[in-house]
Nanobody
Framework: VQLVESGGGWVQVGGSLSLACAVP????????MGWFRQAPGKERECVAA????????YYADSVKGRFAIYRDDAKNTMYLQMNSLKPEDTAVYYC???????????????????WGQGAQVTVSS
């Protein structure tokens, strides 16, 4: 399973960025998907996740109300809209896919089998 990330970049505090994760040639609708990030010197954390059905989502407390995860099964793509960005959001963001079709979502990186290449998000003050 190949995950192709796009988006990210540089923005000033309070700005917005978006990320996309395309999964070509795969039954995307059966995948539980997640967005993780890792900042220098910090552990990887799950910032958002969405179930294969789209009816369950998870957001880390640090991004609630600012980030939105959604999926477009017709385009085999998952998105992360990031608003009101803060310097502490600076990190490499990774999308991940879980093929187990479990109910709900998971925030454990170990349960995701496939990962994107990563996209840098830099928020400057």
């Amino acid at each position: 399973v190949q995950l192709v990330e796009s988006g990210g970049g540089w923005v000033q505090v309070g700005g917005s960025l978006s990320l996309a994760c395309a999964v070509p040639g795969r039954t995307f609708s059966s995948l539980t998907m997640g967005w993780f990030r890792q900042a220098p010197g910090k552990e990887r954390e799950c910032v958002a996740a969405i179930s294969w059905s789209g009816d369950s989502t998870y957001y880390a407390d640090s991004v609630k109300g600012r980030f939105a995860i959604y999926r477009d099964d017709a385009k085999n793509t998952m998105y992360l809209q990031m608003n009101s960005l803060k310097p502490e959001d600076t990190a490499v963001y990774y999308c991940a896919a879980d093929t187990s079709a479990k109910y709900g979502v998971t925030i454990l990186g170990s349960e995701y089998e496939y990962w994107g290449q990563g996209a840098q998000v830099t928020v400057s003050s």
